[in-house]
């Protein structure tokens, strides 16, 4: 019988214990050092009471993980070996940590022995996610096996589990985020899992089915434990009072990415017009500004706006950026992870919100949604002339036939691209935008709808975009509930993440739909500074970047199903069929 191993002992208590605590998603890159932990992962799978994800890039890994800790709140485990295996976990730690996303990166090590001394796959990990990690700890080298779970290595690793979850998911007042726990193995590296662990994680409760849309918690609640926003009546709420926005200022609310229902409903409170980023899972509601980057760059409207209370982390529209500089506007902030929303200077980053009862400034937020009907950009299509089509008069039916033709052959420029993606999109779907050109192109032009939309803007990096997806498709789509993930990205943020496309055999299906605006090159540096100074040949090199590359082979190597779509009709008849699998959808666009 192969020998007992420490690390598998440790290994055990350890996976075993964040089961415990509500961990359901495990994500795995394979590597010698953390053969033990791996182990342990795949025997939770197998019991059902975890799910496992295999990723052999780290970096996919690691943003597969944030996606579904953005989806689910609670945090997955993210495992991999030592080494350069460790470094690429930082870029979905960044984003977690600027995000406010719960994230647990468990990374195997060599013993502190042999750290310095030019051992083989060994440098300095404790201390690598430093500067995002909510907590980190290097933990001991399990010693002694433990045979019947009642060691004081395995009580040891049960209340460090149970700290990293709490840290993770920002008990308390503090935000979610990335937990560190750096974990160095002595061999020999994998042994028999103890008895204990089975009886262990049996004993484990199925966890319920995370709320749908429209089933939040309710605003009022949102007080208890910091950070939220309710009415003005608190005087005998027992946490501290929420910072109390009174009546008078000439008030925007603004929505950035993951303000989530909490804008809409303090909008709502306050009789505020709204300027919700498309990303923001605010942007809906009556009080929903459309066009808002031209209104605030009118004098009358944004020109006057006194006060700007902010929800999420908004970074989609200079015109935000401009007003949130301003130094005669007063800026109040709901206190959010990574650094305090401080633009001009004089920002108030606070805890939770309270709202002055009194009556609604009718004439401010009037100017403001006569001004956003105006804006508003309608691109429904044209409804079929039926009187036309049925006519006994041959010129008038053929009219209507052509009209109706030129609808459903419409090219798919950007505009319509996103429009389509927005309709086709329900609450019980998920939409994950990539920081791409088409963001933008959908914060300008879309109108309001309540859907879960996620986006990586902690950094707005163009990484990890399919993977995150991946995440949110794996968390959202769980024990059999409805839906399809959607990811609307351009051709190099996809380029970017291509090893996300990887299937790893014999794991869930996911109802995904990966959708490329393909315009051939980073076509969003096209209207910064840079075009206006670099010649034609150092843009195209060094910024708009070309590429040639086949999606279709690209998919087919991957065994994803593969459609190009060109037409309006197209793109709404592929989007809306039964999705069964895993689908990249092409749409050629103009630079």
């Known amino acids: 019988m192969t020998d007992r191993s420490p690390a598998t002992d440790a290994a055990a208590a350890l996976l075993g214990a964040l089961v415990a605590q509500g961990v359901r998603h495990l994500v795995v890159s394979p590597g010698s050092r953390s053969q033990a932990l791996a182990l342990a992962a795949a025997e939770l799978d197998r019991r059902g009471l975890a799910q496992l994800h295999v990723r052999i890039d780290e970096r996919v890994a690691g943003f597969t993980a944030l996606g579904i800790g953005r989806e689910s709140g609670m945090p997955a485990a993210v495992i991999c070996t030592s080494g350069t295996a460790v470094a690429n976990l930082l870029p979905a730690a960044l984003e977690a940590h600027h995000a406010g996303v719960p994230l647990l990166l468990l990374t195997a090590d060599r013993p502190p022995e042999l750290r310095g001394?030019?051992?083989?796959?060994?440098?300095?990990?404790?201390?690598?996610?430093?500067?995002?990690?909510?907590?980190?700890?290097?933990?001991?080298?399990?010693e002694e096996t433990d045979p019947d779970g009642t060691a004081e290595q395995t009580a040891m690793l049960r209340a460090v589990a149970a700290q990293a979850v709490e840290e993770a998911i920002g008990a308390g007042t503090r935000a979610a985020g990335p937990v560190h726990l750096n974990l160095p193995y002595r061999e020999p590296l994998a042994g028999p899992l103890p008895a204990w662990f089975a009886a262990e994680a049996a004993a484990v409760p199925v966890p319920a089915a995370p709320a749908e849309e429209g089933e939040e918690e309710s605003f009022g609640a949102l007080y208890q434990g910091g950070g939220g926003i309710g009415e003005a009546d608190v005087a005998t709420d027992p946490e501290p009072l929420p910072h109390l926005l009174v009546r008078g200022p000439r008030t925007v609310v603004i929505a950035g990415s993951d303000a989530g229902p909490d804008a809409e409903q303090l909008a709502h409170l306050g009789g505020w017009p709204l300027v919700a980023e498309v990303v923001s899972g605010a942007r809906f509601g009556r009080q929903l500004v459309h066009g808002y980057r031209e209104l605030l760059r009118d004098p009358a409207l944004g020109g006057a706006v006194e006060r700007a209370v902010v929800l999420g982390h908004p970074t989609l529209s200079r015109e935000v950026t401009a007003l949130l500089s301003r130094a005669d506007v007063e800026v109040v902030a709901l206190r959010g992870p990574g650094e305090p929303l401080n633009l001009n200077g004089e920002s108030l980053a606070v805890d939770a919100l309270a709202v002055e009862p009194g009556?609604?400034?009718?004439?401010?937020?009037?100017?403001?949604?006569?001004?956003?009907?105006?804006?508003?950009?309608?691109?429904?299509?044209?409804?079929?002339?039926?009187?036309?089509?049925?006519?006994?008069?041959?010129?008038?039916?053929?009219?209507?036939?052509?009209?109706?033709?030129?609808?459903?052959?419409?090219?798919?420029?950007?505009?319509?691209?996103?429009?389509?993606?927005?309709?086709?999109?329900?609450?019980?779907?998920?939409?994950?935008?990539?920081?791409?050109?088409?963001?933008?192109?959908?914060?300008?032009?879309?109108?309001?709808?309540?859907?879960?939309?996620?986006?990586?803007?902690?950094?707005?990096?163009?990484?990890?975009?399919?993977?995150?997806?991946?995440?949110?498709?794996?968390?959202?789509?769980?024990?059999?509930?409805?839906?399809?993930?959607?990811?609307?990205?351009?051709?190099?943020?996809?380029?970017?993440?291509?090893?996300?496309?990887?299937?790893?055999?014999?794991?869930?299906?996911?109802?995904?739909?990966?959708?490329?605006?393909?315009?051939?090159?980073?076509?969003?540096?096209?209207?910064?500074?840079?075009?206006?100074?670099?010649?034609?040949?150092?843009?195209?090199?060094?910024?708009?970047?070309p590429q040639t590359v086949r999606l279709e082979q690209l998919a087919l190597a991957y065994g994803w199903e593969y459609h190009r779509v060109t037409t309006r009709s197209a793109l709404d008849q592929v989007l809306t069929s039964p999705s069964g699998g895993r689908q990249l959808i092409e749409v050629p666009l103009e630079r």
């Open 117 to 142: 001394v030019g051992a083989n796959q060994t440098t300095r990990q404790p201390g690598l996610f430093a500067l995002a990690a909510r907590h980190e700890t290097d933990l001991p080298v399990p």
């Open 359 to 545: 009556d609604t400034d009718r004439e401010w937020l009037g100017a403001w949604l006569r001004a956003s009907r105006e804006a508003s950009v309608d691109l429904t299509p044209p409804a079929p002339d039926a009187d036309a089509l049925a006519s006994a008069e041959p010129q008038r039916r053929l009219g209507a036939i052509d009209a109706e033709l030129a609808v459903a052959r419409e090219r798919v420029d950007r505009t319509l691209l996103v429009d389509a993606v927005w309709r086709a999109t329900w609450p019980h779907d998920r939409l994950v935008f990539g920081s791409s050109r088409l963001v933008r192109v959908a914060d300008q032009v879309l109108g309001g709808k309540k859907v879960r939309v996620h986006a990586n803007r902690g950094l707005a990096g163009i990484d990890g975009t399919i993977a995150t997806a991946l995440g949110v498709a794996a968390a959202s789509q769980a024990d059999g509930r409805p839906g399809v993930t959607r990811v609307l990205l351009g051709d190099l943020a996809l380029l970017h993440d291509v090893g996300a496309l990887l299937a790893a055999p014999g794991e869930p299906e996911p109802r995904i739909q990966v959708i490329v605006g393909n315009d051939g090159g980073g076509t969003i540096f096209d209207g910064l500074e840079v075009a206006q100074i670099a010649g034609p040949e150092a843009m195209d090199r060094v910024q708009y970047t």
